[in-house]
């Protein structure tokens, strides 16, 4: 088991940026992929960006392309989603994931999920 806990949402203004961080523990998931959901108030969730246990290979929504750089540390277990230019419509719940191998970035794919961190952009 892999128990995955967030950290680093909150408050912001449009524009603004913050740092999310995933620690995990349970089990070491240095050689999982390991990534970010996101779910808006009446929306469905949706990827944010994922990363390969190497760090090389490295995916990105549509919504956070040019904005957002993903990235990890194995010796920490942790993987962190840096985020700029945070508009009004990125409020969120944030969620951690771990990917199951051999799946791609869909809900369905996903071991493991965190309990979400949120983050409210304000205009």
């Known amino acids: 088991q892999v128990q995955l806990v967030e950290s680093g949402g909150g408050l912001v203004q449009a524009g603004g940026s913050l740092r999310l961080s995933c620690a995990a523990s349970g089990r070491t998931v240095s050689s999982y992929y390991m990534g970010w959901f996101r779910q808006a108030p009446g929306k469905d969730r949706e990827f944010v960006a994922g990363?390969?246990?190497?760090?090389?290979?490295?995916s990105y929504g549509d919504s956070g392309k040019g904005r957002f750089t993903i990235s990890r540390d194995n010796a920490k277990n942790t993987v962190y989603l840096q985020m700029n230019s945070l508009q009004p419509e990125e409020t969120a719940v944030y969620y951690c994931?771990?990917?199951?191998?051999?799946?791609?970035?869909?809900?369905?794919?996903?071991?493991?999920w965190g309990k979400g961190t949120l983050v409210t952009v304000s205009s």
């Open positions: 990363i390969s246990w190497s760090g090389y290979i490295i």
């Open positions: 994931v771990v990917r199951r191998r051999g799946s791609s970035w869909s809900q369905e794919g996903m071991d493991y």
